[in-house]
């Protein structure tokens, strides 16, 4: 389509091209018998040409102001330009998650309480608390400068774009961040709707908000293990309940695939606790695999989400994105004991580093296909002071694993954007 009207625009300006020639032309016969004007007809007839091409150029400009879309009028009266920051966040090769919090007094990017789809149980302040420090902090990456987040150029770059998450409920705050993110761009809030009308619910399998006005979806999925759960078999221990089936994808893994961006997450879940402790066990091509760790256990499932990938997703279309395990801060590992501190940590105590995140590393580099890695876990290592601590819908129950929205992950889709982005 832009072709076509690039070419009708030259034609309507082609007829003014000969009358650019005939006029040099005639100042070359008029001078040509004058060595001292033939230099100046040569330099006449070059600069014809130049205007010429450059009231093409910008005429093509006015006529296509897209390429004028990532221009962003920031807080303090200044331009913005994502295309030239992005071009040389490209260039550098820069590592978006290597980098440190900055205090930013515009933060935060979206009032909670403004957010239909932002759960209740995850806004701080509505659920009481005082101290706003922990809002006020940026992301900024070590060895690259970024360009502020603008709502609207991420709705037009997702505009017919179908956005899936898929994991636990560390995925769904992400999901939310991300919607809460782009409703800031967009003046009829009206128009952004869950696809069936739910509320959000934490046992939904499946939830979907669509940007009307930009045709697009963002949806989140909940499987918490990404490989199939089950029944325990017949003749297990009285120990089983229920099994993982380690070699099969969810079942409900066949609605991701029509996706044109693909955000997983998996890991908080892979524990003794709401594992064994709760009478799940593995499972192997239909044997019980009662001696193997959690681990290795995990390593196996990422092995059959590798394989999956590869097989299933077509990555020519599908940006596919795995998230890292998420910083948590529990006090001495007892999950009864959750501190919330009103600032950053200062030492972040090996925090930084995950098995989880480990295993999530490896399984993407031993990937045949493209899929980026979305490693978030230094990213939390400090902010022990930015979880829900007991500011919840259920104050009586303490949370170092959640985040308060807004926090930490809008850090996580502001670093999505930019990938997509750049790209």
């Known amino acids: 389509m832009m072709g076509g009207l690039y070419l009708s625009l030259y034609s309507h300006s082609k007829p003014a091209f000969p009358q650019v020639l005939k006029f040099g032309k005639s100042l070359a016969g008029r001078y040509s018998k004058s060595w001292n004007f033939q230099s100046f007809t040569a330099f006449l007839m070059v600069s014809s040409l130049i205007c010429f091409l450059l009231v093409i150029g910008f005429s093509y400009l006015f006529m296509f102001p897209s390429f004028q879309t990532l221009v962003n009028v920031n807080k303090d009266g200044n331009e913005e330009n994502y295309s030239s920051k992005l071009s040389v966040f490209s260039s550098k090769g820069c590592d978006v998650f290597d980098g440190k919090w900055v205090v930013d007094e515009s933060c935060p990017l ?47 770059m997702l505009r017919g774009k179908r956005v899936v998450f898929v994991g636990d409920s560390l995925s769904r705050t992400q999901w939310e961040s991300m919607i809460c993110l782009l409703m800031t761009g967009i003046e009829d809030k009206g128009s952004v709707y869950e696809l069936n009308g739910n509320q959000i619910n934490k046992q939904i399998r499946h939830l979907g908000v669509r940007f009307r006005p930009f045709n697009f979806t963002v949806e989140f999925y909940r499987s918490i293990f990404l490989v199939q759960p089950g029944p325990a078999p017949k003749h297990s221990p009285k120990r089983v309940k229920a099994t993982l089936k ?58 059959t989400w590798q394989s999956w990938i590869e097989n299933a997703v077509n990555t020519s279309r599908t940006r596919v994105f795995f998230r ?58 400090s902010r022990s002071d930015a979880h829900i601590g007991s500011w919840s819908d259920n104050p009586s129950v303490p949370d170092c694993s959640h985040w308060c929205l807004p926090g930490v992950p809008d850090a996580w889709n502001e670093m999505l954007f930019l990938l997509l982005l750049s790209n």
């Not at 009481?128 to 690259?144: F, S, V």
């Not at 996706?259 to 709401?274: A, C, E, I, Q, R």
Request: with cysteine; hydrophobic share 35%.
């Open 324 to 381: 890292t395990y998420e910083s948590t801060h529990w006090s001495h590992g007892a999950r009864q004991n959750c501190k919330v501190t009103r600032h950053p940590m200062s030492r972040i105590m090996g925090k930084q580093r995950s098995s989880i995140s480990d295993a999530i590393i490896t399984a993407v580099k031993n990937l045949t296909v493209p899929v980026k890695l979305l490693h978030v876990t230094p990213m939390g290592a």
């Open 110 to 156: 979206y009032n909670a309480s403004q957010c239909p789809f932002a759960e209740h149980g995850f806004d701080c302040l509505a659920n009481g608390r005082k101290d706003k420090g922990y809002l006020k902090w940026r992301w900024r990456p070590k060895n690259c400068e970024i360009p502020r987040f603008d709502a609207r150029v991420f709705l037009e």
């Open 246 to 303: 380690l070699d099969q994808m969810d079942d409900i893994s066949r609605e991701w695939i029509d996706s044109d961006v693909l955000v997983f997450n998996s890991g908080h879940w892979w524990t003794p606790t709401k594992l064994f402790d709760m009478g799940w066990y593995f499972q192997i091509g239909g044997r019980m695999k009662l001696g193997l760790s959690i681990h290795n256990g995990f390593r196996t499932a990422l092995n």
